[in-house]
């Protein structure tokens, strides 16, 4: 059977609506990815910006181990959390961008 116009017209806005739905939340998800990133960006600064006043203001050697030892220790730290917050992040996005195409794929292929 030959599919009608008004069923061409019915299937190309289900994709309209489904493309403009990934698109939203690819914005969504974009904005929050940048926004956690330059969240990152500020705090590892003011990190930085500690550390060295306290190198600078270190009257021995020891001290300015000790202090180098817990900056790096906590950067490594910040890393690690910054890259498992991200991770979560890319993947609930994808998740959700996909969800509208998602359902028209199984929508179509039922059909």
């Known amino acids: ?3 009608s116009f008004d069923q061409f017209q019915k299937y190309g806005q289900e994709n309209m609506e489904a493309a403009l ?3 939203g939340t690819f914005s969504k998800g974009a904005q929050a990815i940048a926004t956690e990133s330059s969240d990152f960006a500020r705090k590892a600064f003011e990190r930085n910006s500690s550390a060295i006043e306290q190198l600078t203001g270190a009257r ?3 001290k300015a181990v000790e ?3 817990e900056y790096v220790k906590s ?3 910040g890393m690690i959390s910054q890259s498992t917050k991200l991770g979560e992040l890319y993947s609930s996005f ?3 961008a996909l969800k509208p ?3 028209l794929y199984a929508k179509f292929t039922a059909a």
């Open 60 to 62: 021995t050697i020891e």
């Open 21 to 23: 739905q990934a698109v």
């Open 75 to 77: 950067a490594y730290e």
């Open 67 to 69: 202090i180098q030892t």
């Open 101 to 103: 195409v998602q359902g």
């Open 1 to 3: 059977m030959i599919p």
């Open 94 to 96: 994808a998740t959700e």
